[in-house]
Nanobody, 126 residues
Framework: QVQLEESGGGLVQAGGSLRLSCAAS????????MGWFRQAPGKEREFVAD????????YYADSVKGRFTISRDNAESTVYLQMNSLKPEDTGVYYC???????????????????WGQGTQVTVSS
């Protein structure tokens, strides 16, 4: 069992940056693939980025590619999402999630992730 807790959300103007953190407890993140998802009001939760467990290969949604960076520190059992050049459409609740599966390519489907955090709100003003 692993518990995840996100932090780092807040209110930022368009063009600004935020760095989200996802800290794990209960066990380390070694062996887990990690993902970030987000959910805007009235919309489905959508994939943002993921990182593989051992080689640290990263994948991104087209909407954030070139602006967001996912990284992990297995020693600290923490995953990060650096968000730059933020846009109002990036507004939403951001969730981190952990999976034990490691399929090839982007893992965008929510059912692949067994553990979820409670989310952190990101609001980008225009």
């Amino acid at each position: 069992q692993v518990q995840l807790e996100e932090s780092g959300g807040g209110l930022v103007q368009a063009g600004g940056s935020l760095r989200l953190s996802c800290a794990a407890s209960g066990r380390t993140l070694t062996g887990f693939g990690m993902g970030w998802f987000r959910q805007a009001p009235g919309k489905e939760r959508e994939f943002v980025a993921d990182i593989t467990p051992s080689r640290g290969i990263t994948y991104y949604a087209d909407s954030v590619k070139g602006r967001f960076t996912i990284s992990r520190d297995n020693a600290e059992s923490t995953v990060y999402l650096q968000m730059n050049s933020l846009k109002p459409e990036d507004t939403g609740v951001y969730y981190c999630a952990a999976r034990l599966e490691d399929p090839t390519g982007r893992v965008t489907w929510k059912s692949a992730y067994a553990y979820w955090g409670q989310g952190t709100q990101v609001t980008v003003s225009s």
